[in-house]
């Protein structure tokens, strides 16, 4: 038992704090910039050229936006719980698409949305698109279409900094690991290491709970989300082994607007100094690797 419950979740709280402070977009701030006063990342367009996108027609009729993203994944997509401030990777990227829309932030509604609801709030049009640590797969693309992707990373293991688990070789029919509810690491770890019991939960901070209260012995998920949690708690936390999956995050959309898809995968290829601003601004000292792949326009 490395700490109580109590104490991890005011660690966890405590060093997000401190992780948030050099992110970016906020109300005050909406051009997403490392330091008040910078210049801002993007501009929010005023000319807007979109024919043909039923959900940009809707966005316009309805005068804002609805994004859906995580609220627990620090660095990515964080909702600070004192501040009520979005920050993160995935959360600039999602200001940025639309500020490219024409949407300034106070017309930006973001809804916390986990990885097992993501197909369905889109289908529903509970929301206009989602960027939160979204795969790109085949299944996924039977509900929903993907812009993207806008970043690449790959399933990895978090472990107790006194565990002996090292790689994913080490995971037996001893090791319980915890994942998420619809996500494609838990899915993984059924289809290609079925001997291996899981614990699923509907959201990663659970599991990493579970982690630090000895419940599970390890958390799998994309390396770029294990890689915040270990930096909020260092001491207690580690990944481990190399990733052992591909994951091409995309902006999920919804199925057949091709004209917002294509209009995505534009912004996406035609300014990657901005990609840039927003990996540096949020990821660029974090250990979190990336580079701008090219968009898949399938
Ligand atoms: N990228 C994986 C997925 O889309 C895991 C992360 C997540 O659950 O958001 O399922």
């Known amino acids: ?12 709280t405590a060093a997000a704090a401190m ?5 970016s977009g906020t109300p005050d701030n909406p051009g997403g910039s490392g330091d008040e006063g910078d210049a801002p990342l993007y501009e929010v367009a005023e000319n807007v050229d979109l024919e043909g996108s039923p959900t940009y027609d809707a966005m316009v009729e309805a005068g804002g936006i609805t994004i859906g993203v995580k609220e627990d994944q620090p660095g990515l997509g964080y909702l600070d719980p004192v501040t009520g401030d979005r920050t993160g990777f995935d959360v600039d990227i999602a200001r940025w ?26 289908v529903n049009g509970d929301i206009d698109y989602y960027v939160g640590t979204y795969s790109i797969t085949d299944s996924r693309k039977e509900q929903i279409d993907f812009a993207g ?7 990895g293991l978090l472990v107790g900094t ?19 509810t619809g996500s494609t690491p838990i899915q993984n770890i059924r289809d290609n290491y079925p001997d291996v019991p ?5 959201t990663y901070s659970e599991c990493v709970e579970g982690l630090l209260n000895d419940q599970v012995d390890a958390v799998t998920t994309d390396e770029a989300i294990l890689i915040g949690y270990a930096a909020q708690d260092p001491d207690n936390l ?10 091409r995050y995309g902006v999920g ?14 912004l996406f290829e035609n300014d990657p100094d901005t990609w840039q601003a927003i990996y540096d601004a949020n990821l660029g000292d974090s250990g979190v690797e990336g580079t701008q792949p090219e968009v898949d326009r399938y």
Request: one cysteine or more; a negative charge; glycine letters at 6%.
């Open 19 to 23: 992780l948030v402070g050099c992110a």
């Open 198 to 202: 899981t614990q699923e939960f509907a």
């Open 149 to 155: 992707p806008y970043f690449v990373t790959g399933q």
């Open 253 to 266: 959309l919804p199925l057949g607007d091709d004209a917002l898809r294509t209009f995505i995968n534009d």
């Open 238 to 247: 580690q990944v481990v082994g190399e990733p052992f999956s591909e994951e």
């Open 1 to 12: 038992m490395r700490m109580t419950r109590t104490t991890s979740v005011l660690a966890l």
């Open 162 to 180: 006194d565990s002996d688990i090292a790689s994913v070789d080490d995971l037996n029919a001893d090791t319980i690991v915890c994942s998420v």
């Open 97 to 122: 698409i639309a500020a490219s829309l024409g949407f300034s932030e106070d017309e930006i509604t973001f809804q916390s949305i986990p990885s097992a609801n993501r197909e369905q709030a889109i």
